[in-house]
């Protein structure tokens, strides 16, 4: 059970780190940084856009985009991060 506890918490750890490089990318994106007209970088933010957009759509229809920053990301982290605590330190006593 423990393993499986842990497989969750890794996969919840792996996924805020997509959501911190799709963050990242698209600053790139916006401060010409890097150019959306070349293939992989295109291919790169359109994956990160399909894994992210999903999640963040809901949180953007509550908390709607405020002076030009979007706060869904920020968010939806520390949902993340409260849920992989959860499942870290409280579900494994509660099993006991």
Do not use: C
């Amino acid at each position: 059970m423990y393993a499986l506890l842990n497989l969750i918490a890794t996969v919840i750890s792996l996924y805020m780190w997509v959501l911190i490089i799709s963050v990242i990318m698209s600053w790139l994106v916006s401060f010409n940084v890097i150019n959306t007209r070349n293939q992989f970088v295109y291919q790169a933010m359109h994956v990160l856009h399909v894994l992210t957009e999903p999640v963040l759509r809901p949180i953007r229809k509550i908390i709607p985009i405020m002076g030009g920053i979007d706060f869904s990301p920020l968010i939806l982290i520390l949902l993340l991060v409260f849920l992989r605590n959860l499942v870290l330190y409280d579900l494994p006593r509660a099993l006991l």
